[in-house]
């Protein structure tokens, strides 16, 4: 069973380097253990994007009346159809159901993809082993057979990391995956941890009417965001009634009673905070544990694998891309890793991937989307900034839509006019953060962008706007 090229892992990594390796000519196989997408398609980015649009849909219809909109529940009642106890509730066994639905779907969409590309998919638990050959360990018999390949790509991805004080037991202590799955409404949760999974999922269960109390360790939430959007993000979480510590560390948690008991060290001293439910959200760990990576020398660097700009490890014809090499651990950038890695080895002439230039994306309400440097870091680095940040407030169509939390802000080379970065807090943010990356992509100047003619009313038109805030031309503000 020889290949071009192998790829073990299926996720936004190593299905798109499968698919891209099979359309550059390269007999090419992917071996999985599990789902096919892998984690972000099914456990991740997309069903929680379900469960998050569900949580919008509720809010909605509670707060139906602001929009002109109202239920005539007389004639549900004279129909017979409504008791005079009903009201509008959150269901999540039916939110859960649907979020699994959607993941079902995307996971038989990559299935297609791989087929219609004609990639093999070898299922079972895939190791490395000297001159570059794959043993597979099928799920199915537990039988091993090894594969011989040109070219071996690892893209193993990675899970949640769990700290020896919050051990994991899926039912009092959760993690993510649980989060995700859970059939009965807990009134009562601590979350550990204000990334963007602690704060998607923070928002999630307070949307749908559970008590959240939010804890990070560092001193704002979402602390990788400039600090504007952080204070923005806590405004909001807290006016949705969140509790949110920061400068908190959770000590300890008793589950040995009805709720968890959890102790938490702040600043002023320990507090306990009661739930039924504590979330373990505090990052990920690689998975790169019996891979076979002690027998054929690939040299790691921390819980990583070192490798080169095009994904090259130390031993010829071995490579690795998304969460086990250096950079975010995003599904996109897993994804145009694969495609630099695959062209190089098919003997194009891709481009490095661009690490300073990797957007982020929050997708709690209001939502977070960056690029660059946030502001304390751009004057960290020396340079003359010039800052420009437009409100919501000030926007016709956040206005009309009936959210008007969050604002554009821009950062500028105040001598060059380059965009340091640019950091969006608000309704669909993260559908309008490409064009900062194109625009520090390529980079467009200040009165290039000032230049080009934005649609009214949109929430886009805020990044114009805010730069002509930085550049003392604004006109709405």
Avoid at 64 to 89: C, I, N, P, Q, W
């Amino acid at each position: 069973m020889n290949y071009d090229l192998i790829v073990i892992g299926s996720g936004p990594g190593g299905y798109v380097a499968g698919i891209r390796g099979a359309q550059l000519g390269l007999k090419t196989a992917v071996v999985e253990c599990a789902d096919l997408g892998g984690v972000c398609l099914n456990w991740g980015c997309i069903p929680t994007k379900a469960l998050l649009k569900s949580a919008q849909v509720f809010q909605y219809l509670l707060h139906a009346e602001t929009y002109g909109v109202r239920f005539d529940t007389s004639t549900l009642l004279s129909a017979g159809k409504l008791s005079a106890h009903d009201t509008v509730k959150a269901d999540l066994d039916a939110m859960v159901t649907r979020s699994r639905n959607v993941a079902e779907t995307m996971n038989k969409g990559v299935a297609f993809l791989l087929q219609k590309n004609k990639v093999d998919v070898i299922r079972g638990f895939g190791k490395v082993k000297p001159n570059k050959i794959v043993e597979v360990k099928s799920v199915e018999t537990g039988e091993t057979t090894e594969y011989s390949a040109n070219h071996i790509i690892i893209a193993t991805g990675a899970r949640s990391r769990e700290l020896p004080n919050l051990p994991q037991d899926g039912e009092k202590i959760i993690d993510y995956r649980k989060a995700m799955t859970l059939r009965k409404q807990p009134e009562s949760m601590v979350v550990v941890g204000s990334g963007a999974i602690g704060s998607e999922f923070a928002h999630f269960y307070q949307s749908i009417g559970t008590k959240v109390t939010l804890v990070e360790f560092l001193p704002q939430i979402v602390p990788a965001e400039d600090a504007d959007v952080s204070a923005q993000l806590s405004r909001s979480f807290r006016k949705n009634g969140m509790k949110i510590m920061v400068d908190s560390s959770v000590e300890h948690v008793d589950t040995t009673g009805d709720l968890c008991k959890c102790t938490i060290k702040t600043k002023k001293g320990e507090e306990i905070v009661e739930a039924e439910i504590v979330l373990s959200a505090v990052g990920i760990t690689t998975n790169i544990e019996h891979i076979g990576l002690e027998e054929t020398g690939i040299e790691l660097d921390g819980t990583k694998i070192k490798v080169d700009e095009f994904y090259r490890t130390n031993q010829d014809g071995y490579y690795a891309i998304g969460d086990i090499v250096h950079g975010p651990a995003l599904a996109h950038v897993a994804s145009h890793e694969a495609l630099v890695c695959v062209e190089k080895i098919a003997g194009l002439n891709p481009h490095a991937v661009n690490y300073n230039n990797i957007p982020a994306c929050t997708y709690a309400t209001p939502e977070i989307a960056s690029v660059g440097l946030p502001e304390k870091k751009a004057q960290e680095a020396g340079h003359e900034i010039k800052v420009g940040k437009f409100p919501f407030t000030a926007s016709g169509k956040a206005t009309a839509s009936g959210n008007r939390d969050g604002f554009v802000k821009v950062i500028f080379d105040a001598k060059t006019d380059e965009m340091l970065g640019c950091h969006m807090i608000g309704d669909n943010v993260t559908e309008m953060i490409a064009e900062a990356v194109v625009i520090r992509e390529k980079n467009i100047k200040a009165y290039e962008i000032l230049s080009a003619i934005h649609p009214h009313p949109t929430m886009s038109e805020a990044l114009m706007e805010a730069v002509s805030v930085a550049y003392g031309q604004a006109v709405h503000l």
